[in-house]
């Protein structure tokens, strides 16, 4: 009895290259985005962590109230720098992910499959948006729970949204890009820490600038972190935003027009090495 040999030959949809990136982001943003759920520490790293920052800041920062207008308590000061801080740290999570995806081998099972190099980038990214945006509800409904009094109209909060969110994405690309570039999951660490810690703390987030040593103030008052920060402030309590509002944006843009093609040549020479 002679046995027939099946052969199976798999046959994959043709698309557009444009079209095929975004099927393939929207899958990696689902399988980044799942991790965020399905990663207990990482849950509640999201929920906790803001937590703990506001608790502690406020505590250990309230005297720095007493230099502020009368009608502005210290809490209402500090919520926006604390979620921008916790926004902009929450943001490296892309880096860690991009390390450990390539670390791993993951990329290499992506490469045997007709997808997007990008796609992968994009997923991490964006995942660290919805990340941002948990951590940041948890943290105003932990600020209202303090005594945070927000005074921003619906219109407001549509642009202190939109701020922080490409915010987000302007960090994330940043991110990426040390994330293909540090050769192990603990040299990304270190490379987020003197990126991001000198940019959160030498900024407007927990004292005004003004009270901040003359030889730190230029850069405290002219760094990114610092505009997104007051434009963020200006907008929660009502106070004048001046200038900082469209140099938030066009620092964010900025940071995104070098960040998104750096990071995506970058992986792409990576994942060809690999």
């Given at each position: 009895?002679?046995?027939?040999?099946?052969?199976?030959?798999?046959?994959?949809?043709?698309q557009?290259?444009?079209?095929q990136?975004?099927?393939?982001?929207?899958?990696?943003?689902?399988?980044?985005?799942?991790?965020?759920?399905?990663?207990?520490?990482?849950?509640?790293?999201?929920?906790?962590?803001?937590?703990?920052?506001?608790?502690?800041?406020?505590?250990?920062?309230?005297?720095?109230?007493?230099?502020?207008?009368?009608?502005?308590?210290?809490l209402?000061?500090?919520?926006?720098?604390?979620?921008?801080?916790?926004?902009?740290?929450?943001?490296?999570?892309?880096?860690?992910?991009?390390?450990?995806?390539?670390?791993?081998?993951i990329?290499?099972?992506?490469?045997?499959?007709?997808?997007?190099?990008?796609?992968?980038?994009n997923?991490?990214?964006?995942?660290?948006?919805?990340?941002?945006?948990?951590?940041?509800?948890?943290?105003?409904?932990?600020?209202?729970?303090?005594?945070?009094?927000?005074?921003?109209?619906?219109?407001?909060?549509?642009?202190?949204?939109?701020?922080?969110?490409?915010?987000t994405?302007?960090?994330?690309?940043?991110?990426?890009?040390?994330?293909?570039?540090?050769?192990?999951?603990?040299?990304?660490?270190?490379?987020?820490?003197?990126?991001?810690?000198?940019?959160?703390?030498?900024?407007?987030?927990?004292?005004?600038?003004?009270?901040?040593?003359?030889?730190?103030?230029?850069?405290?008052?002219?760094?990114?972190?610092t505009?997104?920060?007051?434009?963020?402030?200006?907008l929660?309590?009502?106070?004048?935003?001046?200038?900082?509002?469209?140099?938030?944006?066009?620092?964010?843009?900025?940071?995104?027009?070098?960040?998104?093609?750096?990071?995506?040549?970058?992986?792409k020479?990576?994942?060809?090495?690999?």
């Amino acid at each position: 009895m002679n046995e027939k040999e099946t052969q199976v030959e798999l046959v994959f949809s043709k698309q557009p290259k444009f079209m095929q990136a975004i099927t393939d982001s929207l899958l990696m943003i689902k399988r980044s985005s799942t991790h965020i759920i399905r990663n207990t520490d990482q849950l509640l790293g999201t929920f906790f962590q803001p937590i703990m920052f506001l608790v502690l800041f406020t505590a250990v920062f309230n005297a720095v109230g007493l230099a502020l207008p009368k009608d502005i308590s210290y809490l209402d000061f500090l919520m926006a720098g604390i979620i921008v801080q916790t926004v902009a740290f929450g943001s490296t999570t892309t880096s860690i992910a991009v390390a450990n995806d390539l670390q791993r081998g993951i990329v290499d099972r992506f490469k045997s499959l007709p997808m997007s190099n990008v796609a992968v980038l994009n997923g991490h990214v964006i995942s660290d948006v919805f990340r941002n945006g948990i951590s940041t509800t948890v943290m105003l409904l932990t600020g209202l729970l303090f005594g945070f009094r927000p005074d921003a109209s619906f219109s407001d909060w549509m642009l202190i949204i939109g701020i922080l969110v490409l915010f987000t994405l302007a960090f994330s690309w940043l991110s990426a890009i040390m994330g293909v570039l540090a050769k192990s999951v603990e040299g990304v660490q270190w490379m987020s820490f003197l990126i991001v810690f000198p940019l959160t703390f030498a900024s407007g987030a927990f004292a005004p600038t003004e009270s901040l040593a003359e030889w730190i103030r230029p850069f405290a008052e002219n760094q990114p972190i610092t505009h997104v920060i007051e434009a963020v402030r200006g907008l929660m309590i009502g106070t004048p935003i001046d200038d900082h509002g469209w140099l938030a944006i066009v620092w964010s843009l900025g940071i995104l027009v070098v960040s998104i093609p750096v990071a995506t040549w970058l992986f792409k020479k990576k994942t060809i090495k690999v």
